[in-house]
């Protein structure tokens, strides 16, 4: 078992590991993930001599590779390795860069980049440039051993620790995460229904929710600026236990899900003729430049009354055709429209729909802070872990010197040591 251990901890492997697991997720990438048979049917038909048609695609589970088994085993053999490297390789060095490692023979130049011998007298003021360069000094007898910058030996243990809680908030997240759209009108109690991404340990946990009113703001050009749902999270007897006006990234949250605002659209115009309430749908329509959206109310008194209205915003603005397209005015909520077989029409109101998106990921926490952890991690590696190691003999002082980066920058830190004039 420890023979595997070690064979897994091999930087070689866990490289060979990262890099398929990079291959895997560009190719992830590339193709389309989630989406329907009949979409990869059509995607990647059958060609004479083309391996990599839609058969191919779904029996290897390429259109959902993130959440295959295979996928989710190689990124446990990946965290293995570094967990097995970090406790068999990168401890050990911390530790062995902790150790007092004096100098046992005077003749050993090649341990350090640099080499100096100075005489006997300027032993005193090589120390006190030793201290004033913030090196911890050690002493065993005549050799002295010295040190600055062990925290940049403890960069590689975080990038490690990093990458494996960035592993560790992606499987979770693919397990245990779900994606849900709805689209909702104003005033209506909804669930969660249109579920798109759901993991495979997931249990739903549904939590009613009522949309209470939907509003856009526009700006001077008449364009949308933001637009606003006020949402009640709802208890298992209908009663409101949070209530909060959601926007565009100023989602709500509750027991792990967050909604966020998403989409908006037109669905109904709210009409009474004579005293009955109607709803119209409104179907939007295409346009280049702007939404657009057309309703139709019948009102059978000739063959050219019927209404058409055409709308573009939700201030209750309406452009009104008849019903072979010729404009007639321009009527707004609030107006009465009187014909001559009796019909009064009144406009009350326009029912818009807000697009929510809800989602669950509990390991979202774990991926900030490996990503977090990472950052730190490269300031870390910038600091030079630097030794010193000197020799006092009788007629003359051996100075040894190395560094694990910035060498240019340690050999003037070294010079400036050698200064030994006294300050």
Same mark, same amino acid.
């Not at 990869?40 to 060609?47: A, E, L, V």
């Not at 060095?93 to 090649?110: A, G, I, V």
């Not at 004033?132 to 051993?145: E, G, R």
């Not at 243990?157 to 104003?186: D, N, W, Y």
């Given at each position: ?38 979409? !990869?049917? *059509? ?36 965290? *293995? ?13 911390? @530790? ?15 341990? &350090?980049?640099? !080499? ?10 090589? $120390? ?11 002493? @065993? ?5 010295? !040190? ?5 030996? =403890? ?20 397990? *245990? &995460? ?66 909060? *006006? ?30 009955? $309430? ?79 998106? =809800? ?6 926490? !774990?991926?900030?802070? &490996? ?53």
């Amino acid at each position: 078992m420890l023979r595997i251990v070690k064979f897994i901890a091999d930087l070689r492997i866990a490289i060979l590991l990262l890099l398929m697991i990079i291959i895997f997720s560009i190719l992830g990438s590339i193709i389309e993930q989630e989406k329907t048979f009949d979409f !990869y049917k *059509t995607s990647y038909p059958i060609i004479e001599n083309n391996l990599f048609n839609y058969k191919f695609i779904l029996f290897f589970g390429l259109d959902h590779i993130f959440k295959t088994f295979w996928f989710t085993i190689l990124l446990l053999i990946f965290g *293995t390795s570094l967990i097995s490297c970090t406790f068999l390789q990168q401890f050990p060095s911390l @530790d062995f860069s902790r150790s007092l490692n004096f100098l046992k023979n005077p003749k050993q130049k090649r341990v &350090g980049n640099f !080499y100096k011998e100075l005489s006997h007298d300027n032993f005193p003021f090589l $120390l006190e440039n030793l201290r004033n360069q913030n090196f911890f000094i050690f002493q @065993d007898k005549n050799k002295f051993f010295a !040190y600055k910058g062990i925290i940049g030996r =403890i960069g590689p243990i975080i990038v490690h620790l990093s990458i494996i809680l960035i592993l560790v908030g992606s499987i979770i997240a693919a397990l *245990t &995460g779900l994606v849900a759209q709805e689209i909702v009108p104003r005033s209506e109690i909804f669930y969660i229904q249109n579920i798109l991404d759901n993991g495979y340990l997931n249990v739903i946990k549904q939590c009613p929710a009522r949309v209470n009113d939907f509003w856009i703001n526009y700006n001077s050009k008449e364009l949308v600026s933001q637009f606003y749902s006020n949402i009640s999270i709802l208890g298992a007897f209908g009663n409101e236990i949070k209530n909060q *006006t959601i926007s565009v990234n100023k989602p709500i949250e509750f027991n792990g899900l967050t909604w966020y605002q998403t989409d908006w659209d037109l669905i109904a115009i709210r009409v009474k003729i004579n005293e009955i $309430l109607y709803q119209f749908p409104l179907t939007q329509i295409s346009n280049t430049n702007k939404k657009l959206w057309i309703s139709w109310i019948p009102v059978f008194s000739d063959s050219n009354s019927d209404i058409i209205l055409l709308i573009e915003n939700l201030k209750g603005i309406f452009n009104k055709y008849n019903e072979i397209g010729k404009f007639k005015n321009i009527i707004e909520i609030g107006d009465n429209l009187k014909f001559s077989n009796g019909l009064n029409i009144s406009l009350l109101d326009i029912i818009p729909s807000t697009g929510l998106q =809800i989602k669950l990921d509990p390991g979202i926490i !774990y991926i900030y802070i &490996g990503f977090g952890l990472l950052i730190i991690s490269s300031l870390f590696s910038y600091i030079s872990y630097s030794r010193i190691w000197i020799v006092n003999q009788s007629d003359k002082v051996k100075i040894v010197g190395t560094t694990t980066r910035s060498k240019f920058q340690f050999e003037i830190q070294f010079l400036k040591l050698l200064n030994l004039k006294k300050s």
